[in-house]
């Protein structure tokens, strides 16, 4: 069933926002989403009637938090699809999600010989963490290709992918082509050679049914503030076996059984990944958003996007000197990236912000990517829930008076 759009847009407050005595049209949602007022009001909620210190008190209040902290883990790890919040470690963002795989499994497990395997299309946020921990262990990075229509050269892969392989890190759906990538098949190739999986899901589980018991990865991350969510909270799903033998990546209060002069003892998980006070208001906000998606269906929020996207993707083919940088439909997502012949992507975005419109322009986090297609930059949409098809009208009438202007 569509959802009902016009009531939804209604729960964002900020989308009666006007820019440029125009309204609003945000289509950068790759880089960030809009908040619901259930978002905005869960966390000041929790400031107005609950808020204190977690774990560590035996007052009304500290129990409130703890309780909401927790439910917060049962609520995300239910949303990927696992369910025991021993798996599921609150992070700042996806960032940091990715930065513990790296730093906490990769920098124990890898040693001279050994092999990463990454894709063309990785995020700076998962390429340069391994990056590091290559120069430091010996290991080194291999790239699976990509094919002409922007797509994983999955038989390249299957070459690639072997026994001098220990980590497959890759990116489900990358935020600057929007590539979906075959997760599942990467998986089967890594366990097969005795391997791991490590997904950057932060363009994947704000927009689609995401299952990682389905998926059989080993590390899944993500971030809420592209999610409906704020900004502060990210959260990384490991299979207990990998996690419970993993080193934190940082110490501190808050994760530990106990602690002498000369030593420390952590604590269970996911504790022992969550040292210090940890982001509780927000972690109440990204339960609020997981709440809310789910209310919608993960579904029906992806085939909805989807319309938008491929819509898009057919006006804009229609524009003469436009290059777009997308995948066919079947691996196709709601992120289109694009340039214009004579244009930099920088003044698309800066006119399209004269008439209201929200793109982004630039290299996306993925300086490489962008020099092995031979561009500097492109500009791109990126869709979500609450945006509606008069509003890529909008967009695709302001880029023909764009491009127009420039001719
Ligand atoms: C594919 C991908 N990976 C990682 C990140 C990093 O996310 P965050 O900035 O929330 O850590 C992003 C953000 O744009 C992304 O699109």
């Known amino acids: 069933m569509t959802p009902d759009i016009g009531k939804i847009r209604e729960d964002f407050p900020i989308l009666q926002r006007k820019i440029n005595g125009k309204p609003l049209v945000y289509l950068d949602n790759a880089a960030s989403t809009q908040k619901p007022n259930s978002v905005i009001n869960a966390i000041s909620d929790f400031y107005k009637t609950s808020n204190s210190n977690v774990h560590r008190g035996v007052h009304t209040l500290s129990e409130e938090a703890s309780e909401l902290y927790e439910n917060a883990h049962l609520k995300a790890i239910k949303f990927i699809g696992g369910n025991s919040i021993e798996e599921l470690i609150f992070t700042k963002n996806t960032t940091e999600s990715l930065n513990i795989v790296a730093k906490s499994w990769g920098m124990h497990n ?20 391994w990056q590091e921990v290559c120069r430091k262990t010996g290991a080194s990075l291999k790239f699976i290709e990509m094919n002409e229509d922007l797509t994983l050269d999955m038989e390249q892969a299957e070459e690639l992918i072997g026994n001098k392989t220990k980590i497959v890190s890759i990116v489900h759906v990358s935020n600057s082509l929007g590539t979906l990538n075959d997760i599942k098949k990467l998986g089967k190739l890594a366990h097969e050679n005795s391997a791991l999986i490590n997904v950057d899901g932060a363009q994947s589980a704000p927009h689609m049914p995401v299952d990682v018991k389905e998926l059989d990865c080993d590390f899944f991350a993500f971030s809420g503030h592209k999610m409906l969510g704020p900004t502060g909270i990210g959260a990384l799903y490991g299979k207990h076996e990998h996690l419970k033998e993993m080193e934190p990546f940082i110490t501190g209060g808050g994760m530990i059984q106990e ?17 210090g006070t940890p982001i509780i208001a927000q972690a109440i906000g990204f339960s609020a958003a997981i709440d809310y998606l789910e209310k919608i269906g993960m579904t029906e929020i992806h085939s909805y996007e989807m319309r938008l996207a491929n819509y898009a993707v057919d006006e804009l ?21 694009f340039t214009l012949d004579g244009i930099h992507a920088h003044d698309i975005a800066s006119l399209m912000n004269e008439e209201g419109i929200a793109l982004r322009a630039g290299h996306h986090c993925t300086q490489p990517l962008m020099k092995m297609l ?15 098809m008069e509003e890529v009208d909008s967009f695709i009438e302001a880029l023909k008076r764009a491009k127009n202007s420039f001719s």
């Open 317 to 337: 083919e229609k524009l003469d000197g436009l290059k777009i940088y997308c995948p066919p439909k079947e691996s196709r997502t709601g992120i289109v990236s």
């Open 259 to 275: 602690v002498s002069y000369e030593k420390a003892v952590w604590d269970e998980l996911p504790w022992k990944f969550e040292a």
């Open 110 to 129: 890898l040693e001279k010989g050994d092999e990463v395997v990454m894709s063309r299309m990785e995020h700076h946020s998962n390429l340069i963490p």
């Open 374 to 388: 031979g561009i500097e930059a492109t500009a791109r949409a990126s869709f979500y829930i609450y945006n509606t």
